[in-house]
């Protein structure tokens, strides 16, 4: 996404759904749409935004404070839909429109949760390439705490925001 394989020019749409929040430059791959889009052509893109896995985020800050650990949790940083907003209008995109929404999705447990977080190719860019597995210890820590503060009686859940970004070359 931030170096594609195409000529300028050579698209009228690009639709993209659920891939640039795994981006390490949104900039840099948002430039390379427009570079690869014909005059007047059109970008639509959803991405998950910055309220996305605010529940895990919690747990493994949680845990990893607790027990003696000093190290703050790295994870993936997700942008605001105001930050996609000021990013296509910085880039001259025409008709900008940037809308979100926020879903909460139930799982059976955090193994759940997890494991569909693999199926849809999730990924942490760390930008520092530290690595954030800091042991089986952290992650019992942290499923014990998600279960306990976010759960809907037999279930979890977690919360998604949704972005909803389109813009014209």
């Known amino acids: ?36 889009l014909t005059d007047n052509g059109w970008f639509i893109a959803s991405l998950f935004g910055a309220r996305t896995l605010g529940e895990l985020r919690d747990v493994f800050n949680v845990a990893t404070q607790g027990n003696g650990r000093h190290n703050r949790f790295r994870y993936q940083d997700f942008v605001s839909s105001g930050e996609v907003k ?10 900008v429109s940037v809308t979100h929404i926020i879903e909460k999705e139930n799982y ?53 925001e949704v972005i909803f970004g389109v813009g014209r070359k």
């Open 108 to 160: 059976h447990g955090v193994a759940d949760l997890f494991k569909y977080l693999k199926y849809i190719g999730a990924q942490n860019a760390l930008r520092s390439g530290a690595s954030s597995l800091q042991g089986k210890k952290l992650f019992k820590d942290a499923f014990d705490i998600y279960r306990k503060k976010y759960s809907d009686g037999d279930s979890i859940y977690a919360t998604y």
């Open 1 to 36: 996404a931030e170096d594609l394989p195409f000529t300028d020019r050579d698209f009228d749409l690009i639709v993209s759904s659920s891939t640039y929040q795994w981006v390490n430059s949104l900039d840099r791959a948002f430039r390379e749409v427009k570079r690869t």
């Open 86 to 95: 000021k990013l296509l209008e910085k880039l001259k995109y025409e008709h």
